[in-house]
């Protein structure tokens, strides 16, 4: 039997005259994403997509990747028939068998956009359903709460049978919501924050601040495996690493102890807002949560905004720590987030952090810089590596 994936689009069938960019990227992003796995059809008609495998194509695969694609509300495993009651009925039966023979009640819908099939949709369900009443004793029809519904759609180029669909990945597609730059550490909050804007459509550009010798190879080899993993939803990307130890080394140097993390935070975001110009991004991304820690109080990321001037996005604000890791976990982060390498803002912290810095202050503290020449210095030294979705 053929099979084919029908995706159903999410939100993007609301957007009216962005209706098109909208399809035209969610067709470019699934054609990439199955490219490795063999020939694929791709074809959007009636906010439907269809994706017929070409010989050889590895099917299964690209149901994988289809679950990781955003702008798709729902996905369906379907069966191609013919485009006769004979087929159509026979397709349900065979088809259908290992779903319908677990289950006790079942109804059938029928969508017919090909309007000169010869019977219509009440007709069509009727039909199909006496079958497989007939084929499965165990069922009976009900109409309001089945356990399966089975549909059958009566398309131009063929017909179409399957049982219930699952969730797709939701979201609009990747692409449509411009280019941000993330700062990434290997944390847990960091790749959610990653994964939920690009699930609003935002292509994104890592951005990850390394401090060797303190900070080794390993740590940042766990940055970039940790984005393949994101990158399985939100496409490829070019991480972008900064030399950080020097800013770090000048600010224990220079500033009071107490200021070093706000400090240390206003310098990152100072570097990555002149990076994210370069690649052409209009925001910057944190996984910062208000309350986590000393320097994600309202003070303390005030303090942090006033260094860059692009709009900065912090998705995770209002979460919990259990709902940040919930999410880790559905995305398949958590288990290479909690390995125990260090990262550039673990390897010199100090002993009581304010909490509630004072802006005059903070930049009384810093003013003992030349932070024109250091960041400067972080952005010449960035270095990019290729990130390919699920490959490190
Ligand atoms: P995470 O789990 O994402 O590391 P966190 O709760 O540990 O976050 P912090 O270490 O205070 O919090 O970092 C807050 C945010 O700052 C991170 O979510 C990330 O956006 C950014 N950040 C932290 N360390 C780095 C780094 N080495 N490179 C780039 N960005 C970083
Ligand atoms: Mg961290």
Redesign the pocket.
Known sequence: MKEVILLKLGEMVLKGLNRNTFENALIKNIRRRLAPLGEFEVRMAQSTVTITPGEGADFEGAVERVRKIFGVITFSRACVTEKNMDAVRAAAVEYLRPQLSRVSTFKVETKRADKKFPLNSPQISAEVGACLLAAFPNLTVNVHEPDVTVRVEIRDFGAYVHGEPEQGAGGIPVGTGGKAA??????????V?AWMMAKRGVELTP????SPPYTSERAEKKVAQLLARVAEYAGRMYMITVP?ARVQEEILDKCPEDYFTILM?RF?MRVSERIAQIEGCAAL?????LG??A??TLQAIAATDDAASMPVFRPLIGMDKSEIVAVSRKIDTFDL?ILPYE????VFTPRHPRTRPELDEVRKAESALDVEALVNACVEGRRVTKIVPGEV
Request: with cysteine; glycine share 10%; proline share 3%.
């Open positions: 993330i700062l990434i550490s290997g944390g847990i909050d960091s790749p924050a951005i990850h601040f390394a950080f935070r990152m991304i944190t996984g910062e949560s986590q820690v320097s994600q987030s990262d550039c803002c673990t």
